[in-house]
């Protein structure tokens, strides 16, 4: 009985650290939120010396290069869970399977390393000269470039969320029971046509799940997408020009936040992105613990 | 009805897509792990190891204080993190099927996902605000709590594989229910345990974020905890920002035994999982 009441307090620490998270922050950011209000979330002024502050740049660079980087992630991906659980002959999936989870062990400031001297450079000079004369005059094209941006920072994100996308995938498609596939063989469709009208369709709450999951991974993520990005307070439509996300202004300007307004904005918007990330998180376990109920899906995965 | 041909076409043709797909997956961990070699190995040699930074144009510096940080504050990660995620692990597997334990389990997973940047700041108002200066410590506190989390699910899927007619022995030889728990459940699953802890501890080592405002960094060998300490990626960090060559020489070397410790750990871990599993 003392045995299980230990387990039960230690256990009951998870929680409390949640909570403790959630409390601390929103008290930290209390005067930010008394002194702007809402107009905090939809002002792009961002002045340290009158004291000003609008996160409105910062909020849509975050939702801006995260779906740039759901856009080339989840395709990917979810090609690569078929792979490992339809089409690779089983030699292969051990270690395809291992190699694509190796990404999500990379650490952020590792990509972000290779980012600024390899990933960017290759854009800059290889990739937009060639495609500059068909995409120039798209408007999310627009403009000069000249290297860090929120293209940059969605490409090294969709290379970090693509692991987990790809893993959690591959268990909700692994957890598709066998007779649907024989069903759908059986009525004679070929192996993609099974995949395609029953086996997705199948997972499909669990695949949204996942999705979901690669989704808060890229929210959150801050070294990479610093050091990439390029650290601009301001709204840009256009791939090419520098953003700046919650978490990359976090990195950058709490140290040096001199005013206690500034670091309380800073605490309101991390607040944000806490509030945001727990929202997304706890909406892609529902959908996941549906399909494959209660396991630890992409916790152990990964 | 489109065609048989047809129909194989497109079959054909989208199962060499996700042939593609999966290639093009593992094409960025290629080029990383490429250029880290071409780029970092040149830079490695002894004084890496042993040497602490130098300024800028002597010769001979190294990372020995950035390497011996990491250790140190990964270290005090483990002390505060995994005693408290092995316990919620065991307490998940043996007790957790009512709605308190759904609940703990829930909440691990959100807070898996959540930034480690925002852990970082929350361990700044908890521990370097009220003590007034960055500290090692602090550091090792922020790591300690992404370390809980993974540690809990991890511990709590290895206890599971442990069969339960072990359990059942251990109850029926008259064992009470804290004795069948550790000495013949968590015993049997103690490989598993020490390998879910190495992921979890590959996964903190190359952590920045949440040590930004914590251990901050440091330009010299320190090994004091209530001071701020150099960590590995603080070191590459601040090193590939910086505007000489040689930081970024010694940046590229420096990831690369980053890497190396921790794709080492993740690999080994891999590993013993599986054997695991083939027993099972």
Same mark, same amino acid.
Do not use: D, Y
């Given at each position: 009985m003392v045995f299980r009441v230990v387990l039960t307090v230690l256990a009951l620490l998870l929680p409390l650290l949640l909570l403790m998270i959630g409390i601390k922050l929103v008290s930290e950011a209390v005067p930010a939120a008394h002194r702007f209000g809402l107009s905090f979330l939809t002002r792009s002024v961002w002045d340290p010396v009158r004291g000003e502050f609008g996160a409105l740049p910062l909020i849509f660079g975050t939702l801006y290069s995260s779906l740039v980087a759901l856009v080339i992630a989840v395709p990917l991906a979810l090609a690569c869970a078929v792979f490992l659980t339809e089409f690779a002959p089983k030699w292969l999936r051990t270690p395809v399977g291992t190699l694509i989870e190796l990404l999500a062990a990379v650490p952020s400031v590792i990509y972000g390393l290779w980012g600024i001297f390899i990933l960017i450079p290759i854009l800059r000079d290889r990739f937009w000269p060639v495609v500059r004369p068909v995409l120039s005059h798209v408007p999310i094209f627009s403009g000069v470039f000249y290297g860090p941006s929120v293209l940059a920072a969605g490409v090294i994100l969709s290379v970090m969320i693509l692991p987990y996308i790809a893993a959690v995938s591959r268990e909700v498609l692994i957890a598709v029971p066998q007779d649907q596939r024989e069903a759908g063989l059986a009525l004679g469709a070929t192996r993609w046509e099974t995949v395609w009208h029953v086996v997705l369709p199948y997972g499909r709450a669990g695949i949204m799940g996942a999705v979901i999951l690669g989704l808060g991974r890229a929210l959150g993520e801050t070294m990479a997408v610093t050091m990439v990005?390029?650290? !601009?307070?301001e709204v840009s439509a256009s791939l090419l020009q520098p953003g700046y996300t919650i978490a990359a202004a976090i990195a950058n300007e709490f140290s040096e936040a001199v005013s206690d307004v500034h670091l309380s904005s800073l605490f309101l918007a991390g607040a944000l992105l806490f509030l945001i990330t727990v929202i997304v998180n706890a909406l892609a376990r529902v959908l996941v613990w549906r399909v494959a !109920?209660?396991?630890a899906v992409g916790s152990t995965a990964i | 009805m489109r065609g048989r041909l047809a129909r194989r076409l497109v079959g054909s043709t989208m199962t060499g897509l996700t042939y593609g797909a999966a290639a093009l997956a593992i094409l960025p961990l290629a080029v990383i792990f490429i250029m880290l070699l071409v780029k970092g190995a040149g830079s490695l040699d002894l004084n890496f190891f042993i040497k602490s930074a130098v300024p800028?144009?002597?010769?001979?510096? %190294?990372f020995a204080f950035a390497i011996v940080g990491t250790l140190i504050i990964v270290g005090l990660a483990c002390v505060i993190g995994v005693p408290i995620g092995v316990a919620t692990g065991i307490f998940l597997a043996e007790? %957790?099927? %009512?709605r308190f334990g759904f609940a703990v389990r829930f909440v691990a997973d959100v807070l898996n996902g959540v930034p480690s940047i925002v852990i970082g700041i929350f361990a700044w108002t908890w521990l370097v605000k009220p003590m007034g200066h960055f500290s090692a410590l602090a550091g090792g506190f922020a790591l300690g709590m992404i370390l809980v989390p993974i540690v809990a699910r991890t511990t709590e899927e290895m206890v599971r594989l442990v069969p339960n007619s072990l359990r059942e022995a251990a109850l029926a030889l008259g064992y009470p229910r804290w004795r069948t728990s550790l000495q013949v459940v968590v015993r049997t699953a103690t490989a598993g345990i020490v390998t879910g802890c190495l992921v979890a501890v590959a996964r903190v080592a190359g952590e920045t974020a949440p040590l /930004?405002?914590?251990? /901050?960094?440091?330009?010299f060998f320190s090994t004091r905890l209530n001071g701020p300490m150099a960590a590995l990626p603080l070191q590459i960090y601040a090193y590939a920002l910086g505007p000489y060559d040689e930081w970024h020489r010694q940046a590229w070397a420096g990831a690369l035994v980053l890497i190396v410790l921790v794709l080492a750990l993740s690999l080994i871990a891999r590993a013993v999982v599986r054997a695991k599993h083939q027993h099972a």
């Open positions: 990005i390029g650290n !601009r307070h !109920r209660g396991s | 800028v144009g002597e010769p001979g510096g %190294g007790f %957790g099927g %009512g /930004l405002f914590t251990a /901050l960094g440091n330009q």
